[in-house]
DNA sequence: CGGGATCCTTATGGATACTG
DNA sequence: CAGTATCCATAAGGATCCCG
């Protein structure tokens, strides 16, 4: 858990690259991020990778807290942007499945290290929240020491 | 271009590991993506990798269109999650540094294959917004066909 | 079943003014 | 400089009802 300097250089290399120093590639992937760096949209970018093809009652059981409405509406923008497929079989009772484009898929692959490094940071970073506000509580009160 | 089902199988692998199946770190790193994959905190995240360590003004501006309000909120979130650290120097005037630690340069490295997709799919996203809009346009009156 | 439309509450976030 | 505090507008989001 040392500090390792060249870590952060390794880390600012590839950031660098990412974004190749051009200022209106750096704001428009900043849109882009904006845009699908939501709660739910990441959420069920994880459940359509895992389960593969789902339709919407499935999906709204899968990824828990949802509304319908929410559920809807990050559907609708996912397709959008060109993340999701929405295939309506027309039969009764309805059928409409979502299903992952390349696209999302990718998406997903892209974000694994994200989920990777939640699930092992996890416990780190409970601590350091109670660190946090211990701290927070005991410095409020300087007069009392 | 083309689908390739292996593709789809290795990215739910990787993500199936990720969460190794069980439903309460899934929950808990729901939570941690959940808070983490917010707008700022991702774009600030971002800039401190680059530069390594900043005042509070150069922050501001380096994160383009952020209010005061939100980089002091959403810097002492990362601060309480143990993301970045903040340095008071006792001059005046006063001098404020932020830098990330290694948990907030990790989640960089983490982010990083995000940003390169981000990067290199900004015009498929474009491109697929378009045909969105345009099919919704056209099948918004069948009858005209 | 898969939503659309509506209402209503809460959260988000900007602008402004003030402070050590 | 680096915030805090306050006010206020708007957006996000849940609950509910309804329909094809």
Not at 52 to 60: K, P, V
Not at 116 to 130: G, V
Request: glycine share 4%.
């Amino acid at each position: 858990m040392a500090v390792n300097p060249s870590k952060h250089l390794e880390v600012r290399e590839k950031l660098a690259q990412a974004q190749k120093l051009d200022p209106r590639v750096e704001a428009l992937v900043n849109q882009v991020i904006a845009r699908v760096a939501d709660k739910w949209t990441m959420i069920i970018l994880d459940v359509l990778a895992e389960h593969g093809e789902l339709r919407f009652t499935q999906l709204s059981k899968l990824v828990a807290g949802i509304s319908q409405k929410m559920l809807t509406q990050t559907l609708r923008a996912m397709e959008r942007d060109g993340l999701v497929i929405r295939t309506i079989h027309p039969v009764v009772p309805p059928k409409v499945e979502y299903r992952l484009t390349d696209l999302g898929l990718g998406l997903g692959a892209a974000f694994c290290g994200v989920w990777i490094w939640a699930e092992q940071n996890l416990n780190a970073i409970d601590q350091a929240r109670k660190d946090y506000d211990t701290r927070a509580a005991t410095t409020r009160h300087p007069n009392c020491l």
